[in-house]
Structure formats: C-alpha cells, structure tokens
C-alpha cells in the first residue's frame, strides 16, 4: 500500500542540513540508532522525538536526564490493537486530530521513515541520565537529528504530553447529584 501525501501537513517537518543551528530543541527527530533498549519490539521503532522543554535543552546543567519518546509506523499502532475495521478507523480519526493520548501522528515524510504514515507513543517516555558534558552531548546528539517538528506541531506535542500526565481524577457523582441535576433541569423547564 502506497500513501502519497499531498497535503499541508508535509511542512509539519524541518529537515535539518548540516550546518542548521546548534542546539538541541522540543520536537526533535533523531534516528533510531541513538537509543538501545531492550523493549518490546524494538525493530518497529523509526526514531525518537526528545521532549524536555526546550529551554531547559539550552542551559547547560538545567537536566539531568534527556526524555525521549519512540516513533513507530502507524501500522505497528493498528496491529497492536485489533479490532473492527469501524472501530480501529474511530482510534485512527481520534490521533490523525491530535485529540489522543496515546498517539502524536506524523505524516509521511520522503526524508523520515520511508514516506509512511508514523507515530509518536506518548505513554512511553525513556529517560537517559546525562552523564557528559551538556555540550559534548548536544554536539554527539545532533550527528542524527534528521528533523524537527515545526511550530505549531511541537507545541502540539508539549500539549499532547501534558494532557496525558497532567489530567486529574475525580470520582463518579453520587447519585444524589444527578437528583440535583435533574431537578435544575425540571425547574428551568417549568419556567419556560
């Protein structure tokens, strides 16, 4: 199956050239070969996004660990959860809106994973603690950027983020609420 984008999303991406600025920001894409872990399926993985705030990213001794989050095609998301073609296509819809939790789409690119339709698995974040100069490590990092999300996107992934690990719990009302809510209603309609 061939996917051919011709639409605005393609300018979601920098490309990166290599003397394009030095510093390492939110929303950067590296290749898949700066991080080895021993996880799950790690041949699906296309790259990483880092996703510490960018300013702290440009001062030196402002983190201590580097977060980075896996891309993987979309078609490893849809095998991992089966379902209904309807079904599977509602789960699809809720991420090609950037409305899901779990999922940050990125479209295809001819200059990132092969012109296929990716993704960015939210819930995953891997921390790598710095261990070298912030410095060196910048410059060691950026040998394989070979993008970055452009705005209004990375900014879109900061949110995305937030929504995921910063939603608050609350428990269901109690019934004796609803009563209350049933009679505003009945109370607003008498009055009309």
């Not at 949110?159 to 009563?179: A, C, D, M, T």
Request: include cysteine; charge should be negative; hydrophobic fraction near 35%.
């Amino acid at each position: 199956m061939s996917i051919e984008c011709q639409c605005e999303f393609e300018e979601i991406y920098q490309i990166h050239e290599p003397n394009f600025e030095k510093i390492l920001c939110q929303g950067d894409i590296f290749q898949s070969e700066i991080i080895k872990l021993k996880i799950e399926n790690p041949e699906s993985i296309s790259g990483w996004i880092i996703v510490n705030a960018t300013c702290d990213l440009v001062r030196e001794g402002k983190t201590d660990f580097l977060k980075f989050i896996p891309i993987r095609p979309l078609n490893f998301y849809i095998n991992q959860n089966p379902g209904k073609e309807d079904k599977i296509r509602q789960q699809l819809d809720i991420i090609l809106k950037y409305n899901s939790f779990k999922a940050f789409f990125l479209p295809p690119s001819d200059k990132f994973g092969e012109g296929m339709p990716h993704y960015a698995e939210l819930g995953y974040i891997t921390t790598l603690p710095v261990i070298m100069k912030f410095d060196d490590l910048t410059n060691e990092l950026l040998k394989f950027r070979i993008a970055s999300l452009k705005y209004p996107w990375r900014e879109k992934l900061a949110e995305s983020l937030g929504n995921n690990f910063h939603r608050i719990g609350v428990p269901e009302p109690p019934e004796k609420w609803k009563e209350w809510r049933d009679q505003s209603i009945s109370m607003c309609l008498e009055d009309k």
